[in-house]
């Protein structure tokens, strides 16, 4: 039988106000697992072994929570778009890594058919463009898109970026309420006279928690088959 595992979710809350870490706690307020929220390390407390750990905080506190991870030999979910996983986390680290970058369940699925549509685009030369519109407060890096683009071999800085409400609700069609909190994205591709183009958007955060869900039971499903190193979450998920 899968056993639930005890999660530890990362970030701090802002006065109250609607954020990741606010939202998590929430939504696994319904005790279908049980969870602790800190706001960074040292991870203290009597804690389960294998319990998982999920990060939503800035990459200025990474550090010192992977390596409470690694002590500890707890999974760790890194959701926080600040942090590059090959910037921060050793490529042979002790513990499974999981990258999440978007846990949106249905952006976790556009990245698998990017990273096909990616490799098809680069042996054939094609030309690719990535796009994409945030809330105008959002401060870090467009992380999502900056995936989208790797996968055509573009890099981080090639990505077009919107921060305007105007635009957001003119011409991206995103509705006054969401105007706090959305991602869109675009991507075009080229060749020989085919074009390819894909967009979606998300609106608000509550599919993070979806998203996050599904991979802690993807989690407690593979146990001890789930092994150290580095694992992008869709692939995990999706295979």
Same mark, same amino acid.
């Given at each position: 039988? *899968?056993? *639930?595992?005890?999660?530890? #979710?990362?970030?701090?809350?802002?006065?109250?106000?609607?954020?990741?870490? /606010?939202?998590?706690?929430?939504?696994?307020? *319904?005790?279908?697992?049980?969870?602790?929220?800190?706001?960074?390390?040292?991870?203290? %407390?009597?804690?389960?072994?294998? !319990?998982?750990?999920?990060?939503? !905080?800035?990459?200025?506190?990474?550090? /010192?929570?992977?390596?409470?991870? =690694?002590?500890?030999?707890? @999974?760790? =979910?890194? +959701?926080?778009?600040?942090?590059?996983?090959?910037?921060?986390?050793?490529?042979?680290?002790? #513990?499974?890594?999981?990258?999440?970058?978007?846990?949106?369940?249905?952006?976790?699925?556009?990245?698998?058919?990017?990273?096909?549509?990616?490799?098809?685009?680069?042996?054939?030369?094609?030309?690719?463009?990535?796009?994409?519109?945030?809330?105008?407060?959002?401060?870090?890096?467009?992380?999502?898109?900056?995936? =989208?683009? +790797?996968?055509?071999?573009?890099?981080?800085?090639?990505?077009? /970026?919107?921060?305007?409400?105007?635009?957001?609700?003119?011409?991206?069609?995103?509705?006054?309420?969401?105007? %706090?909190?959305? %991602?869109?994205?675009?991507?075009?591709?080229?060749?020989?006279? @085919?074009?390819?183009?894909? /967009?979606?958007?998300?609106?608000?955060?509550?599919?993070?928690?979806?998203?996050?869900?599904?991979?802690?039971?993807?989690?407690?499903?593979? +146990?001890?088959?789930?092994?150290?190193?580095?694992?992008?979450?869709?692939?995990?998920?999706?295979?």
């Amino acid at each position: 039988m *899968t056993r *639930t595992r005890h999660l530890i #979710i990362v970030g701090r809350s802002r006065d109250g106000r609607e954020n990741m870490t /606010s939202l998590l706690v929430n939504a696994f307020n *319904t005790g279908d697992r049980s969870f602790t929220r800190l706001d960074g390390a040292p991870i203290k %407390g009597d804690f389960p072994d294998d !319990s998982i750990v999920a990060y939503f !905080s800035s990459k200025e506190r990474f550090q /010192s929570v992977l390596a409470e991870c =690694i002590k500890r030999h707890l @999974t760790l =979910i890194v +959701g926080s778009s600040d942090v590059k996983a090959t910037e921060y986390v050793p490529s042979e680290v002790e #513990i499974p890594v999981i990258i999440a970058e978007n846990l949106s369940p249905l952006v976790m699925g556009v990245f698998g058919a990017c990273e096909r549509l990616g490799k098809v685009s680069q042996m054939i030369g094609a030309h690719a463009f990535v796009a994409e519109g945030h809330q105008k407060t959002k401060t870090s890096a467009p992380a999502t898109a900056q995936k =989208i683009a +790797g996968y055509f071999g573009n890099p981080p800085e090639s990505v077009g /970026s919107i921060r305007s409400d105007p635009i957001a609700r003119a011409v991206l069609g995103i509705p006054e309420a969401n105007l %706090g909190g959305f %991602g869109a994205h675009f991507i075009a591709v080229s060749h020989n006279g @085919t074009n390819v183009r894909v /967009s979606f958007d998300t609106q608000g955060r509550s599919m993070y928690c979806d998203g996050l869900k599904l991979l802690l039971g993807k989690i407690d499903e593979l +146990g001890n088959d789930l092994k150290p190193g580095i694992h992008e979450a869709h692939e995990l998920l999706f295979g």
